[in-house]
């Protein structure tokens, strides 16, 4: 059973960098396709970023495309967001999600499997 925790998130202000961590627990790391998301108060749940598996590609979307970085430590079984140059349109609940039969990436919370239970991000003005 595959078991996802993230941490990392709090208060910041606006220009201001945080560095998410999400931990994997289960079998293979390797084998599975991460992604994180967001859900900010009173929106859908969107996509922010994707690696695969091997940590050589990513994907952003375009609200977080140089400013936010996707990487991802295999022998940690741990996949990181940096959050730099934060706005308060960036206040959100941060959620990483796993699959591991995603041929490559994905931007589609539909295609992932496993989920963390989230953490808050609050960056003000």
């Known amino acids: 059973q595959v078991q996802l925790v993230e941490s990392g998130g709090g208060l910041v202000q606006a220009g201001g960098s945080l560095r998410l961590s999400c931990g994997f627990s289960?079998?293979?790391?390797?084998?599975?396709?991460m992604g994180w998301f967001r859900q900010a108060p009173g929106k859908e749940r969107e996509f922010v970023a994707t690696?695969?598996?091997?940590?050589?590609?990513?994907y952003y979307a375009d609200s977080v495309k140089g400013r936010f970085t996707i990487s991802r430590d295999n022998a940690k079984n741990t996949v990181y967001l940096q959050m730099n140059s934060l706005t308060p349109e960036d206040t959100a609940v941060y959620y990483c999600?796993?699959?591991?039969?995603?041929?490559?990436?994905?931007?589609?919370?539909?295609?992932?499997?496993?989920w963390g239970q989230g953490t808050q991000v609050t960056v003000s003005s």
């Open positions: 999600a796993a699959d591991s039969g995603i041929p490559i990436m994905s931007s589609s919370s539909d295609e992932y499997k496993y």
């Open positions: 289960g079998i293979t790391f390797s084998s599975y396709v």
């Open positions: 690696i695969r598996r091997s940590g050589s590609r990513t």
